[in-house]
């Protein structure tokens, strides 16, 4: 079925280590998302993409890389995890024009221990 | 910069009872507004969207909208909640013009619908 998927669904990591959390849509939309989601702050943007090679840094970015070679893949990499970073991570993509609205990823659960 | 306002946090209500959440944006442009939801362990879907034309937006399962420009609001309305109904709500607000539109979200409203 066509869609944003994510993997893995839930990972448990030390402080300090690498961790990646993929994202894959299958609709070629150009724009990509990653937010987290915490719990009184909603969903914040860490960075988006609005094409293979471009990114830009959302609100909160540090600690966070991204980067996009190919359309349908946006990997986010925590370079070295921090107890902050525990979180709900979603992953959206969009197609404006004709697509404005975000269709999310069924999410990522980040537990740094 | 945008912002978006949500609120009330957390709402209870038996089922049958109507249904109005609250949404305030901070932009004095053109503005494209979205309600999402987000249902216990899922991701956020959307429930409707408002880019231009008639103020009043119906969505999906009986929920509509209402985008008043003077006061910068786009409430959420349904008549008549169902248990189903209880998850949280999420206003978001996307303004701009070309490449990039960034959107905002508020914070997100609970809902809990009492059988």
């Known amino acids: 079925d066509a869609g944003i998927t994510q993997s893995p669904r839930y990972k448990i990591t030390e402080t300090g280590r690498q961790v990646t959390l993929m994202c894959h849509q299958t609709?070629?939309?150009?724009?990509m998302f990653w937010y987290r989601q915490d719990l009184g702050h909603g969903l914040r943007l860490i960075y988006y993409s609005a094409a293979a090679d471009i990114t830009d840094k959302g609100e909160v970015p540090d600690g966070y890389v991204v980067s996009r070679s190919k359309t349908e893949n946006f990997p986010l990499t925590l370079e070295s995890a921090t107890r902050s970073q525990t979180s709900v991570y979603f992953c959206?993509?969009?197609?404006?024009?004709?697509?404005?609205?975000?269709?999310f990823g069924p999410g990522t659960r980040l537990t740094v221990l | 910069a945008q912002s978006v306002s949500q609120h009330n946090h957390h709402v209870i209500l038996s089922e049958a009872a109507s249904l109005e959440l609250g949404c305030n944006y901070s932009?004095?442009?053109?503005?494209?507004l979205f309600w999402y939801v987000q249902y216990p362990g899922q991701h956020l879907q959307l429930l409707l969207k408002?880019?231009?034309?008639?103020?009043l937006v119906k969505g999906i399962k009986g929920f509509e909208a209402e985008f008043i420009k003077s006061k910068f609001s786009f409430n959420l309305r349904k008549p008549s909640v169902q248990w189903s109904d209880t998850a949280e709500y999420f206003c978001?607000?996307?303004?701009?013009?070309?490449?990039?539109?960034?959107?905002?979200f508020g914070t997100g409203t609970k809902l809990q619908v009492i059988p």
């Open positions: 978001a607000v996307n303004a701009g013009s070309g490449g990039y539109q960034k959107v905002t």
């Open positions: 932009y004095g442009g053109t503005v494209n």
């Open positions: 959206a993509s969009s197609d404006p024009p004709i697509r404005l609205e975000q269709f």
């Open positions: 408002y880019f231009s034309g008639d103020p």
């Open positions: 609709w070629s939309h150009s724009y």
